[in-house]
């Protein structure tokens, strides 16, 4: 198939010397935010039924009259109009039937609230394009892939629903989503008060903007994963940069390196920037992936598989020869594991159900996250976030500047304690955790952390393994969101 979708991001690779985090690794925001089961995913898929709405490409706008149509899934299994809601998940970047079949919380509180579920597909993605299969092909065409435009047909779409669907007018409506689709489901609360009565923000970096967190705490986190996984791990992985440029140096140490790694393709000089990029990105990967049980995710993984993975790991003294041989048994797990793959191609990390186009497009324009290395508080090469150079390369490949400040006017950084009803979770392990919000701001904008909890651990199907920390935090989701209902219809009695 080549290199998927995922991974045709800007090719800002690593190299010494070099003074940015490359951008694939920022794209890992649009990697990992699917929760997802192997229990939940044939249970659900045939609850929904699919449709699909008028929405205008431009709302901002009065003369442009285009339109497209939306695609958004909904089941009303559980739906009680008499005291019922409506869980609204804001769908992000791919493809919306791959997030309703592994949105498992969402389906396991269903019956419990009398709600509705309906996912809404993001523009640009799936089978939403504003411009059909020329969506990509013009730069004036992307001009309306923006998370305003998102949240606006969010809103019309909600409008359009409690207009046609009889019992729906007076239903409470909560958005929910993870990662990137948290951080919409907080933003549709703030801009659309109105339209929503609370909102769920799982895993959502909120504030990996600017100079609000550190842009070091992302890779810290890795790293501490890591460290708490096994002793030495994080030591080896920093080790092993070094190994592999010496290996690297003679053309005879390449082909060993291609060989050892049991790559698919061999290796030039100018391939170690992307070689070194792809070992970085898995494990990122496999911190976010970091669940208690075994999964079929990005790939199938074993329970705690940061655990596995630096069982290969404890010895950062050996031979480089010995420490890429450990490197490539690290890797195997995260690539391997159901022993099927007969090489491994450092073009691929993730599933193809993600549009990373438009992900890149959004990484270039609007959703800026400054990422940074030390190469002393983390496990990986020194780099320097150069917001110049990062603007140049997404010149190079859309022909647009990022505004890096422009998330922050639109939505409000860190002053956001005028507005109310929003739970951000979080997990400890999830290395998104930084720049999420953890602490309660105001009594109804309140932190939730899930202990031993990867990437929005919570919006995953109930599991037999699930931590208590995870069980708790759900209970606690769900006693918000029944306040939140009980809250509205009881105002709607009040109402003469």
């Known amino acids: 198939m080549g290199r998927p979708a995922l991974l045709l991001l800007l090719l800002a690779f690593l190299a010494p010397g070099t003074s940015v985090v490359p951008r694939r690794v920022l794209r890992t925001l649009s990697s990992l935010h699917l929760p997802t089961s192997p229990a939940s995913h044939s249970s659900v898929a045939k609850k929904y039924s699919v449709f699909y709405f008028q929405q205008k490409v431009d709302h901002f706008g009065f003369s442009n009259m285009k339109t497209f149509k939306q695609r958004y899934l909904l089941s009303d299994k559980h739906w009680d109009k008499d005291g019922g809601s409506i869980l609204f998940y804001t769908g992000n970047e791919g493809d919306i039937v791959w997030f309703c079949n592994n949105t498992g919380f969402m389906w ?26 020329n969506s990509f092909q013009d ?6 892939l923006t998370s305003e435009q998102a949240l606006a047909d969010f809103a019309e779409l909600i409008k359009h629903l409690k207009r046609t669907i009889p019992g729906a007018e007076d239903q409470p409506v909560i958005a929910i989503g ?5 951080m919409l489901a907080a933003w549709f609360r703030m801009k659309y008060p109105h339209i929503v009565v609370g909102a769920l923000a799982a895993s959502a970096p909120i504030w990996q903007f600017e100079d609000f967190v550190p842009c070091d705490s992302f890779m810290k986190i890795v790293t501490t994963d890591f460290r708490k996984s096994g002793s030495n791990c994080s030591v080896s992985i920093l080790r092993s940069w070094d190994a592999i440029n010496r290996l690297a140096s003679t053309g005879s140490g390449l082909q060993w390196l291609a060989q050892a790694l049991h790559l698919c393709s061999p290796l030039t000089f100018e391939d170690i920037p992307n070689l070194k990029e792809w070992i970085m990105e898995t494990w990122v ?15 199938p993984l074993p329970a705690w598989p940061l655990k596995v993975v630096c069982q290969y790991l404890i010895n950062p003294s050996v031979p480089d020869s010995q420490m890429i ?5 690290a890797l195997n797990v995260y690539y391997n594991y159901s022993g099927q793959a007969k090489c491994l191609n450092i073009s691929e990390t993730a599933t193809s159900n993600l549009g990373s186009q438009g992900w890149s497009y959004q990484a270039c324009t609007e959703m800026v996250m400054p990422f940074c290395t030390n190469g ?15 603007s140049d ?37 999830d290395p998104w955790s930084g720049g999420g919000v953890t602490k309660d701001i105001t009594d109804t904008l309140v932190a939730v952390t899930i202990k031993d909890g990867a990437h929005h651990l919570d919006l995953r199907a109930n599991n037999a393994l699930d931590p208590t ?21 009881d105002n709607v009695k009040r109402q003469p």
Request: with cysteine; net charge neutral.
């Open 325 to 329: 041989q450990n490197i490539f048994q």
């Open 376 to 390: 002393i508080d983390d496990m990986f090469e020194p780099h320097q976030w150069n917001p110049k150079k990062y």
């Open 285 to 299: 990967n496999l911190a976010m992936v970091n669940y208690p049980y075994a999964s079929n995710f990005l790939q």
């Open 108 to 133: 396991d509180v269903a019956e419990e609230l009398k709600a509705m579920l309906v996912f809404a597909e993001h523009r640009y993605y799936g089978e939403s394009l504003p411009f059909g299969n």
């Open 178 to 182: 993870g990662s990137y689709g948290g």
């Open 469 to 489: 920390s995870v069980l708790l935090a759900r209970s606690l989701e769900v006693e918000h969101m029944r306040r939140w209902i009980k809250d509205f219809h």
């Open 139 to 144: 730069i004036k065409h992307l001009n309306f």
């Open 393 to 429: 390369e997404c010149f190079k490949q859309w022909g647009v500047r990022p505004r890096p400040s422009w998330i922050i006017t639109m939505y409000g950084g860190k002053n956001i304690k005028s507005h109310s009803n929003i739970i951000f979770s979080n997990g400890d392990l």
